[in-house]
């Protein structure tokens, strides 16, 4: 169980363009998903709580206007990002919580690599 | 605010054993998670302590010290595939599914 998938896999665009980013929970209802950012041999950035029926809540220095966040369901939540630029070139991973046992722990998605051009 | 420390990179020998520490200093405490990421790839979830003690789970064990902000990842009879980044996460709040990862700690298995 705890199945979560995100497409694309990976997505290369121009500069300029608009990039959507989908991630579903497969086998389970997720009311909060994660949204993060993984540059090249760095940890994991959390930009936003995607929660679902109301607004993101976005990290310290994440722009809201460009990385727009839509959880419309309880199976999925969307990021777009607008007007990409070559340094929003990155991993995007999206987590759903889910129940392992004794806590509810986050269960990531295959990731999205963006290349702007 | 958050501080997670772990080493950035580590080598052992396939068959042996190897610890992998974790030292964190956080406003609230409500959990500590391990993952493990593949190249390329998104992080699988390890295991979670959020009590003192060990958390044996196959060939990889967690040790948890709330008292000394400290856990560590212990990886038995280690196999080439076990070459991976292995991060380390803290949740601060209790009811709130927020974590804050660590750097992660690459491990490389050599024969």
């Known amino acids: 169980g705890a199945v979560v998938s995100q497409h694309p896999s990976w997505v290369i665009c121009k500069s300029g363009t608009s990039v959507k980013i989908e991630c579903r929970s497969l086998?389970?209802?997720?009311?909060?998903m994660f949204w993060y950012r993984q540059f090249p041999k760095q940890s994991l950035m959390l930009m936003a709580t995607?929660?679902?029926?109301?607004?993101?809540?976005?990290e310290q220095g994440v722009e809201k206007d460009k990385f727009l966040i839509n959880h419309a369901s309880l199976t999925l939540s969307t990021l777009t990002v607008t007007s990409a630029h070559p340094e929003d070139s990155s991993f995007y991973i999206c987590?759903?919580?889910?129940?392992?046992?004794?806590?509810?722990?986050?269960?990531f998605g295959p990731g999205t690599r963006l290349t702007v051009l | 605010g958050q501080n997670i420390d772990q080493p950035t990179e580590m080598t052992a020998t396939e068959g042996a054993i190897v610890q992998i520490n974790c030292t964190y200093q956080?406003?609230?405490?409500?959990?500590l998670f391990w993952y493990q990421q593949h190249a390329g790839e998104a992080p699988t979830f390890l295991s979670y302590?959020?009590?003192?003690g060990l958390e044996e789970k196959g060939r990889f064990s967690s040790f948890l010290s709330r008292s000394k902000g400290y856990s560590y990842l212990l990886l038995k009879e280690l196999q080439m595939k076990d070459s991976a980044s292995y991060l380390c996460?803290?949740?601060?709040?209790?009811?709130?599914?927020?974590?804050?990862f660590g750097i992660g700690t690459k491990l490389q298995v050599i024969p």
């Open positions: 987590s759903a919580i889910g129940t392992s046992g004794k806590t509810d722990t986050q269960y």
């Open positions: 996460a803290v949740r601060d709040q209790k009811g709130y599914q927020k974590v804050t």
């Open positions: 086998d389970f209802q997720a009311t909060t």
């Open positions: 956080t406003s609230g405490f409500n959990g």
């Open positions: 995607s929660n679902e029926g109301s607004k993101a809540t976005y």
């Open positions: 302590n959020v009590l003192d």
